[in-house]
């Protein structure tokens, strides 16, 4: 799993979160879970 430092869609994943994302706002990390399951290939997004 890669962590991607984003700042600019930042608003875009929290909109999306609900969708494809899973959200941990404590951590603040945004998991990329489409086709995969969540222990396999996950691209998290940290800001």
Known sequence: MENI???V???QCCA???VIHCCDTKNKL???KMK???TD???G???
């Open 5 to 7: 430092h984003i700042t």
């Open 9 to 11: 869609i930042d608003i």
């Open 16 to 18: 999306f979160c609900c």
């Open 30 to 32: 945004y998991y990329l």
């Open 36 to 38: 995969y399951k969540p």
């Open 41 to 43: 290939k996950s691209v």
């Open 45 to 47: 997004f940290l800001f």
